[in-house]
């Protein structure tokens, strides 16, 4: 399947897919996503031969398990909610989380990116493709408005400029009568190690959001948004897969919470 045309952007989806491809390869894999594997087979690609070394595969596929439990966890409580999967890429999510029938799940991304999807991923009788920039406020008007949901955004925040990033933010919260958002989080120091960090400079140039440390920001963003966790991958139980040296580091950086921000986290907000 022919993504040449795909723009800088629209590529970075190749970072988490190949992340999660890898873990699948793994003797002990974090996320075991065998949805990823299929994927860069029918697309020719090989994800062995990008820049990602074993930490950042790991963060890729802890991150992935910790947005999935929020998932699992919301329709178990609401087995009539919405799921938005805000810029989707070519994540199977809904096959590691397998919601009841009753969920409506819509996979959102841009157009180019959707296309690709529904002929690689073809969706289930309740899962909505929504092709649309998120940065534009019209597509929430095409999902119903009723029913509690759930949002995530997995690799998104990084892409978004501040002001459509917020606007993304009140958007969700104001239209659902309740609901929780939760996305991997990026500090200014992540920011800084995008645009520094070998593995990363393909996307080193579209990167559009600054960056915030502290947590509780969006709240002030945000009055509707209250912060429920901060979840952070070197404080996972799956640091135990990871090789010795790299595991005794982790767990060490996982002792201050301030470095444990440097690393991968996922913030979890209830509205």
């Known amino acids: 399947m022919d993504t040449t045309a795909f723009t800088a952007v629209e590529n970075s989806l190749y970072l988490t897919l190949d992340g999660r491809a890898l873990d699948a390869r793994a003797p002990r894999p974090v ?7 299929g994927v860069v087979a029918a697309l020719g690609h090989d994800p062995a031969a990008g820049p990602l070394v074993k930490s950042q595969v790991f963060d890729i596929a802890v991150r992935s398990r910790m947005l999935d439990d929020v998932v699992r966890s919301f329709v178990g409580r609401h087995p009539d909610a919405v799921v938005l999967e805000l810029g ?5 999510r809904i096959e590691r989380v397998r919601p009841p029938s009753t969920v409506d799940w819509y996979d959102l991304d841009l157009p180019a990116v959707v296309s690709v999807r529904e002929r690689l991923l073809p969706p289930p009788a309740n899962v ?17 408005a009723d029913r509690p949901a759930v949002a995530v955004a997995d690799g998104l925040v990084a892409f978004l400029p501040q002001d459509a990033f917020v606007a993304l933010l009140a958007g969700i919260a104001g239209r659902f009568p309740t609901g929780e958002i939760a996305f991997n989080s990026y500090t200014r120091f992540h920011v800084w190690a995008i645009k520094h960090y070998r593995g990363t400079g393909s996307i080193a140039g579209v990167v559009a959001n600054p960056g915030f440390d502290d947590p509780r920001a969006p709240q002030r963003w945000v009055p509707q948004l209250e912060l429920v966790d901060e979840q952070f991958a070197s404080r996972a139980p799956e640091v135990a897969l990871q090789p010795p040296a790299l595991r005794w580091f982790t767990r060490l950086a996982a002792r201050s919470t301030a470095m444990a921000r440097r690393g991968t986290c996922v913030l979890r907000y209830r509205f």
């Open 31 to 37: 996320l075991g996503d065998p949805t990823a594997a």
């Open 88 to 92: 989707c890429g070519l994540d199977g």
């Open 128 to 144: 909505h493709p929504v092709a649309a920039d998120l940065t534009d406020p019209a597509w929430l008007e095409r999902i119903p």
